[in-house]
């Protein structure tokens, strides 16, 4: 079986138990939809948090290696610099 088949049937299956679990829970619709609307909020801030956590350490590690780079081109420059007078 491909992997996407059973990922389609793990989703499916999952959408299903969720659309059970509403249909069948005790409490009045309008309190169900706010606390789906609730939990999206709350996985929406958790998205987003971790996404501004990754692009801050991939910024701080771009410009660290940028600035090394630099610093490493600077260092050859000032050892070539006495190179090109070459004596034959």
């Known amino acids: 079986m491909k992997t996407g088949k059973i990922l389609a049937g793990i989703l499916s299956g999952a959408a299903l138990g ?4 509403l249909l069948f829970a005790p409490k009045k619709g309008s309190e ?3 606390n789906i609307a609730d939990k999206g909020n ?3 801030y958790g998205a987003k948090s971790k996404y501004n ?3 801050d350490n991939l910024s701080h590690r771009y ?3 940028k ?3 630099k610093g ?4 050859l420059q000032t050892e070539m610099d006495g190179d090109d007078k070459i004596i034959y």
């Open 53 to 55: 956590d990754l692009s």
């Open 63 to 65: 410009d660290s290696v």
């Open 72 to 75: 490493k081109s600077k260092e």
């Open 32 to 34: 169900t939809r706010k």
């Open 67 to 69: 600035s090394k780079i």
């Open 18 to 21: 969720a659309v059970a679990g």
């Open 42 to 44: 709350e996985y929406m």
